[in-house]
């Protein structure tokens, strides 16, 4: 402020001017007053600016901070998600969308964890049908989430219908094992190998089950036909197991076994078969040439002065004879023929080691002193 009398500048606190002397008067005071006034003034719409300016980057800052924390929760829940941890990657979101409700990736990531969780669910409920044993309608809760699938893409889809191939593979081979027990041969386990053949790599050990039963089965069926001399089903038996196993060990022994046997079977029946012939043969010549045994030859004169030849004899055939004729002949004292007769036996059929008897009488003088069969004659029947 100044002096209003000289226009010295003096201080505001100043009775009176330091140059002239004089007192100060009240105008000046009021001068200083107003000037003060005026000063406050102008500082208020500067102090209400920065204040508007403090509170606007307050603002700023906080919504950048909730940026922040909502993209870091997101990616949380999208790493939750594709670690299958569908649930807990729900609730983040959702914590996020209290953050910022109009977040359009919020939002899509909400959705699909939604879907997915649903799509699970039926995965879930699959898998416990399955464990019940019942396939049918585990296979059918498959299906359903396959379809749902069937429109949709990304990383988290394709995670799910990975984990549906696996289910469906794990319901072929958990109804293939509930099944071995019923199967009882070679070809119904062959048809439960042939169904898991498509996942040859997942069901090793379910594969070497049914195999080791096969091998036993055919390896029991093949010794039992061996026994009966039934070569070529135990063969085949062999061979149908062999399509699934053909390197097993048990299997290869017992083929060479049946080929063994069967070689060492036809080269006995060979030999039975020509020992049977050579036997027939004999037989034969024996049934043709010897068939008669001569148990017993009387002759002599009767009280008649008749000459009596009588005797018996016995079928030494294979086989029944029969019109067996006896003929002989009549020595005198020097051994010559003198004279010669027959006779039937006596029944005329004989079956085998059956007696018959035959004897005739003839008008001779006493000449005759002995008798000699000198052949017979049978039929063979």
């Not at 009549?330 to 039937?344: A, E, I, K, P, W």
Request: net charge negative; charged share 25%.
């Amino acid at each position: 402020m100044f002096c209003d009398h000289c226009g010295q500048p003096v201080s505001k606190e100043a009775q009176f001017c330091g140059k002239c002397g004089k007192a100060l008067s009240g105008e000046t005071k009021k001068v200083v007053a107003s000037e003060s006034h005026q000063k406050k003034l102008w500082l208020y719409p500067a102090l209400s600016a920065g204040i508007a300016a403090i509170l606007l980057g307050c603002v700023f800052l906080y919504h950048v901070i909730v940026n922040q924390q909502v993209d870091q929760m997101i990616d949380v829940s999208q790493r939750l998600a594709l670690e299958g941890k569908l649930a807990e990657a729900k609730q983040i979101t959702e914590e996020a969308l209290q953050k910022k409700a109009d977040h359009p990736l919020l939002r899509m990531n909400q959705k699909i964890i939604e879907d997915a969780i649903a799509i699970d669910h039926l995965l879930e409920s699959g898998k416990k049908l399955a464990s019940d044993q019942r396939y049918v309608e585990a296979t059918q809760q498959l299906d359903e989430a396959e379809q749902r699938l069937a429109d949709r893409s990304g990383k988290i889809y394709e995670q799910l219908q990975e984990k549906v191939d696996i289910e469906r593979v794990g319901i072929v081979i958990a109804k293939v094992e509930s099944d071995i027990p019923n199967k009882q041969n070679v070809a119904e386990l062959g048809s439960l190998l042939t169904q898991l053949e498509p996942y040859a790599e997942q069901a090793t050990e379910t594969i070497q089950l049914i195999q080791k039963k096969m091998v036993n089965i055919a390896v029991e069926s093949a010794t039992q036909a061996l026994q009966n001399h039934h070569f070529e089903s135990a063969r085949t038996t062999v061979e149908e197991a062999l399509v699934f196993d053909d390197q097993n060990e048990k299997l290869l022994n017992i083929k060479q076994t049946i080929r063994n046997e069967q070689l060492a079977f036809e080269q006995a029946e060979q030999q039975r078969i020509e020992l049977a012939i050579e036997a027939s043969i004999k037989e034969d010549i024996k049934n043709r040439a010897n068939a008669v045994e001569l148990l017993d030859l009387q002759y002599g004169l009767t009280e008649y002065d008749n000459y009596l030849v009588h005797g018996e004899i016995r079928n030494v055939a294979t086989l029944p004879i029969s019109a067996i004729i006896m003929y002989y002949e009549f020595l005198n004292g020097d051994g010559d023929v003198v004279n010669s007769g027959s006779s039937y036996v006596d029944p005329y059929y004989l079956n085998r080691g059956e007696v018959g008897s035959f004897g005739n009488t003839y008008y001779t003088d006493d000449s005759i002193s002995e008798v000699r069969i000198s052949r017979i004659e049978w039929n063979l029947n």
